[in-house]
């Protein structure tokens, strides 16, 4: 029961065990989508074009939410964008504008919502038409590689979502620059330490027309920037490095040294670029440099979401330190990447923890405000001096944009590119669902028939999800289901037929289909604790992490637009006590299920909101009187275990960690003999 984060998202060696057909790349074609032919090394899955997995259920409504939220209308008050150069004004010419486009772009098509799709294409058209004669492209103001990379991502999703060719030429043509122009990334540039992220167009493009230039651009990339599997391989950021930061007796920030290759959101691009350079080479040890960079990101500055601390540079595992949202959607979008090149299935775990805690965790239920910085010890989000390793003192607040503006252009690729992942296709011409949750899939099976398969489900507030098959006749083709790790004693059926559905593999159904035959998946939602920071306890509960219920004040700091009043920055403060500790019996410690009261109710139309918390928790807790705000956070976690005798105890309760703006999620832990 209880797991140390190294056992939590555990990468195996034998995960694909159960799906032979991962074993070899050798002779294996599909027919129905492009895949990596010679030279590139056979993926493990193919990603589906953008719109063939729609969002569902309260899902659907997530991505409503958000596009009648910031996503919805940030180009019409928001200054970076409403006069972004990326659509021929003269505002903007950097990165803003291509950030914000990749998340609009799949967020419109998903949605099939017009009036986004119109604020789409002033950008495309606007890209076509600057258009240079050696392939550079984009505002005439900037000068830099690193905005055309992200441009080169939207510009491939909005070809998947429309057809639209034109698109393909400008991308070709920018590559042609790349191939005919010296390389230009140097190591302390954005450019640079990013450079990879063009990859991700070039490989793409490969697959869809053969040409070697691709490829020939791709590896003067590659060869040429920072190297980031040497930084995996030789993890050198091993401190404890909270406690180095600039504190009243460390005024200097004396030993820190801050760079790029500290930058939070440099390291979550960077964590699939050894799977694209594996794409390009072949060479097995970029995994292995993978894995032993994300055991150390745990190990070292790991947070209980899945995501690690980076405020902005990597800080430690105190649960007061910060990451930055802009850290929290790259590292969603690399681990998609990831899952398609490797196939893993603990990455689809911690794909799942981090969508469904860390990214609805820093942003509002509105989907109107966000922060810079989250906390998973978060008692007070307010304008002052945190430890942070070096963002601004607003960094925790609620806002339009606070410390730093980047977020506010860069949050919305998050949910709607999740969508897209949760399924992919498979080199048997099968489709695998590797990330959990209600949606609607259309795609070519077997040898070319179209199937919609609707997941039918509440996860992961429930564990109960139903797998509804349409098409027009009847067609054999193999079904692949990732069964998380935590899901020990799952079942898996269709109709009365069981199939083996072992935690921490992808379950195969492989038979002929027939319209409205379904497939009953139940997934037991045991709670579960981990051991974290001063061997203080974190509660879960399938893919979600649960923290206290704080009460809270909420003050509205400013207003940014009157047409738009919830575009505000907020404060919060707590309303009542954050500082308990869990206070289970020796008996109930080890059967959690028996120590909690557990609360479940429907998902409402905004399934991220405290009041209507889906799954309610609730435990005795002793409360710790000289456990006390430090530096305008939750103060150091006593060591636990707790002796409990003579503190007061009362019953609280715990919700999913993204339906809370204040939580203590990292618990000291008192146990009763």
């Known amino acids: 029961m209880n797991q140390g984060v190294m056992g939590k998202f555990t ?20 027919a129905n989508y492009a895949v990596n032919t010679e030279p590139l090394a056979a993926e493990a899955f193919i990603e589906l074009p953008l719109g063939s997995v729609k969002p569902d259920g309260w899902l659907r409504n997530q991505l409503k939410i958000q596009a009648k939220g910031l996503t919805g ?5 928001w200054e970076p964008l409403f006069a972004s150069a990326w659509r021929g004004l003269d505002g903007d010419s950097w990165e803003r504008g291509p950030y914000y486009l990749d998340g609009l772009v799949p967020l419109a098509y998903l949605l099939d919502d017009q009036r986004l799709i119109a604020k789409v294409r002033p950008y495309i058209e606007y890209m076509l038409l600057t258009q240079q004669k050696n392939g550079w492209f984009g505002p005439v103001k900037n000068t830099d590689r690193w905005p055309l990379a992200v441009a080169l991502k939207v510009l491939i999703q909005y070809n998947e979502a429309t057809g639209d060719d034109r698109v393909l030429d400008l991308v070709r043509d920018y590559f042609q620059y790349i191939v005919d122009n010296k390389p230009d990334w140097p190591d302390d540039q954005w450019r640079g330490v990013r450079a990879m992220e063009n990859c991700v167009a070039a490989q793409w ?16 990339i590659a060869n040429n920037c920072y190297k980031w599997e040497n930084w995996f391989s030789n993890f050198a950021y091993t401190d404890q490095a909270d406690t180095l930061w600039k504190t009243p007796n460390n005024p200097e920030g004396k030993g820190v040294q801050f760079n790029l290759f500290s930058h939070g959101v440099n390291i979550a691009m960077a964590l699939k670029y050894p799977a694209l350079k594996y794409v390009q080479t072949g060479d097995k040890k970029l995994k292995e440099s993978f894995t032993v960079g994300l055991d150390s990101l745990d190990r070292y500055h790991g947070q209980v979401t899945g995501v690690f601390a980076c405020d ?58 966000h922060q810079y910085d989250q906390q998973a010890n978060q008692v007070l989000c307010t304008i002052d001096r945190r430890k942070w390793s070096t963002n601004g003192d607003d960094s925790n607040i609620y806002g339009l944009e606070p410390h730093f503006g980047c977020c506010t252009a860069n949050m919305h690729q998050g949910w709607p590119k999740f969508v897209s992942s949760m399924w992919m296709a498979t080199k048997d011409n099968g489709l695998a ?14 040898d070319g028939k179209r199937v919609n398969i609707i997941q039918e489900t509440e996860y992961p507030f429930s564990g109960e999800i139903t797998y509804q098959i349409a098409a027009q006749e009847a067609v054999e083709f193999p079904l692949y289901i990732r069964i998380p790790a935590w899901a020990t004693g799952a079942e898996l059926k269709v109709g009365e037929d069981s199939y083996p559905a072992e935690a921490g593999t992808f379950a195969c159904i492989n038979r002929t289909w027939n319209s409205d035959d379904k497939v009953h998946l139940e997934l037991p939602m045991k709670l579960r604790s981990e051991r974290r920071y001063h061997d203080s306890i974190s509660i879960f509960r399938g893919p979600l992490v649960f923290s206290l219920e704080i009460g809270q004040y909420a003050t509205r700091l400013k207003s940014h637009n009157q047409n738009y009043p919830d575009a505000a920055d907020w404060e919060f403060r707590p309303a009542s006590d954050w500082n308990y500790a869990l206070l289970f019996s020796a008996e109930d410690f080890e059967n959690l299920d028996k120590a909690f009261r557990i609360k479940t109710y429907p998902v409402s139309v905004i399934p991220f909101a405290a009041p209507a918390a889906p799954v309610v928790l609730s435990i005795r807790a002793c409360q710790l009187n000289d456990w006390e705000m430090d530096w305008n956070s939750a103060g150091d976690l006593p060591q636990s275990p707790i002796d409990p005798k003579g503190l007061d105890t009362e019953r609280i309760q715990l919700i999913p960690y993204g339906c809370t703006q204040l939580r203590i999620t990292e618990f000291p832990l008192a146990i009763k003999h």
């Not at 209308?73 to 008050?77: K, M």
């Not at 669902?433 to 077997?446: D, E, F, Q, S, Y």
Request: proline content about 5%; charged content about 20%.
């Open 433 to 446: 669902a590797v990330a959990l949750g209600p949606n609607i899939v259309t795609a070519k099976v077997a």
């Open 205 to 220: 493009m490969y697959r869809k027309t053969k040409d070697p230039m691709y490829l020939k651009a791709a590896e003067s």
């Open 11 to 30: 990468l195996t060696t034998s995960a694909l065990a159960a799906c032979v057909i991962f074993a070899s790349g050798a002779g294996i074609q599909a």
């Open 73 to 77: 209308h940030l180009d019409e008050f």
């Open 312 to 369: 902005e540079h990597l800080s430690g595992k105190n649960p007061t330190q910060g990451t930055e949202l802009c850290t929290v959607v790259e590292m969603m979008y690399s681990l998609e990447k990831l899952i398609s090149i490797w196939g893993d299935p603990a990455l689809g775990d911690r794909l799942e923890s981090i969508a469904y805690n860390a990214l609805p965790g820093t942003i509002t239920p509105d989907y109107w405000t």
